[in-house]
Structures are given as structure tokens and as C-alpha cells.
T-cell receptor, first 115, second 114 residues
Framework: DTEVTQTPKHLVMGMTNKKSLKCEQHMGHRAMYWYKQKAKKPPELMFVYSYEKLSINESVPSRFSPECPNSSLLNLHLHALQPEDSALYLC??????????????FGNGTRLTVT | GENVGLHLPTLSVQEGDNSIINCAYSNSASDYFIWYKQESGKGPQFIIDIRSNMDKRQGQRVTVLLNKTVKHLSLQIAATQPGDSAVYFCASIAGGTSYGKLTFGQGTILTVHP
């Protein structure tokens, strides 16, 4: 089992819905990440939080809104998504702040389907 | 920008064989490299890492080789088992304008036949 926990495991939402993805880690890691992975493709970086502050936004559309309430939690708020946003959303953490000097630890992701 | 790619998209081996998965990178400023294994329905799982001041690192049944001259990375898996079947990604911590970002290669599908 991974030490990064993501909920829900699966999510189906309509284009007018608002939903949130949640990520939690209790390893004391100080950087947390959101990646997006399409089928048969590598994960692509979306956001990085370091010491609870947003460090990187990879020009992600505003319909994705990240939030880091504390050092253990990371949320991704979703609103007015498009079908092409359907993907596996992966959360990760690393021990030190950004840039990482150790491996990123990934959760098992949320499989999102936008209808 | 950073480009981390793989020579072979698929690799099929017999149980007990040794497997070698290759990876090329383009950013000479990359100084930290990581191999991940991703099984179906799961997130990437850390296998082994290597820093640019090393050219070889060994773990349990796995060895990573780094050739900075030709910007090449490889993962060797000894005595491959059916449980090793997965997609394997190399990744690097980028330098330059992508400083600090972990960027993945395209992935190799490893299939181990009993």
C-alpha cells in the first residue's frame, strides 16, 4: 500500500459539476504535487506546493484549482471540466521542499471521467 | 525543455531472464534520475535512483547505469519474474528553465512470460 492516500479512487462528473480530489500523507513531507496521466502516457506535472505555498503552476486551466490546507493535505477543486480532462490524477509528495532532493512518492490516483 | 525518452516501447521476456530497459535524456543539466514501476490501476512506485556523480547503483535485483557522456540511463532487472510485468518510467529532475521539475520519459511496457 502507498503512503500517499488519494480519495476518491474513481469519480464520474458532468461538465457542470463541482467536485474535489483529496490527497493525504503523514510522512512529514514538505512538498506535494499534482500530476495528470492520460492513458498510455507518462504523468505530466500540474502543480507543486512547497511548505504549503504554491511553487509551480504549469499553466493549468483555471477550472483546476489546487489547495493545500496544511502540510499533510492537498486538494484539487474541479469545476466546469471538459471530457478531455478525463484522466488519472496522481498526487505525490517529497521529503524536502521544492526542488526535491529525494524520490517523489505517489498515490494510486483518482480515475476521473467527465461526461 | 527536458526530454526524457525510451528506445523501446515494449519488452517481452521469459521468466528468469535478465531485462534491460533503456532511456535517453536530453537535458545535460539533469543531475538526479529515478526509475519508477507502474502496475495497472496503481500510481508510479519508486524502484531506484541515481545521482549524476555516480555511474552505477545497485538495489535488490535491480541495477541502474548512468552514462552522462551519451546521456543514457538503463535499468537492469535480474531474474525477471511475472510480478515485474508493468510499465517502467525513467524520470529526471530537470535543470535549466525546468529546474527542479520531475519529468517522465514515455515508458516501456515489460511483459514477463512464465
Amino acid at each position: 500500500d502507498t503512503e500517499v492516500t488519494q480519495t476518491p479512487k474513481h469519480l464520474v462528473m458532468g461538465m457542470t459539476n463541482k467536485k474535489s480530489l483529496k490527497c493525504e500523507q503523514h510522512m512529514g513531507h514538505r512538498a506535494m504535487y499534482w500530476y495528470k496521466q492520460k492513458a498510455k502516457k507518462p504523468p505530466e506535472l500540474m502543480f507543486v506546493y512547497s511548505y504549503e505555498k504554491l511553487s509551480i503552476n504549469e499553466s493549468v486551466p483555471s477550472r483546476f484549482s489546487p489547495e493545500c490546507p496544511n502540510s499533510s493535505l492537498l486538494n484539487l477543486h474541479l469545476h466546469a471540466l471538459q471530457p478531455e480532462d478525463s484522466a488519472l490524477y496522481l498526487c505525490a509528495s517529497s521529503q524536502d521542499g521544492f526542488p526535491p532532493n529525494s524520490p517523489l512518492h505517489f498515490g494510486n490516483g483518482t480515475r476521473l471521467t467527465v461526461t | 525543455g527536458e526530454n526524457v525518452g525510451l528506445h523501446l516501447p515494449t519488452l517481452s521476456v521469459q521468466e528468469g531472464d535478465n531485462s534491460i530497459i533503456n532511456c535517453a535524456y536530453s537535458n545535460s543539466a539533469s543531475d538526479y534520475f529515478i526509475w519508477y514501476k507502474q502496475e495497472s490501476g496503481k500510481g508510479p512506485q519508486f524502484i531506484i535512483d541515481i545521482r549524476s556523480n555516480m555511474d552505477k547503483r545497485q538495489g535488490q535485483r535491480v541495477t541502474v547505469l548512468l552514462n552522462k557522456t551519451v546521456k543514457h540511463l538503463s535499468l537492469q532487472i535480474a531474474a525477471t519474474q511475472p510480478g515485474d510485468s508493468a510499465v517502467y518510467f525513467c524520470a529526471s529532475i530537470a535543470g535549466g528553465t525546468s529546474y527542479g521539475k520531475l519529468t517522465f520519459g514515455q515508458g516501456t511496457i515489460l511483459t514477463v512470460h512464465p
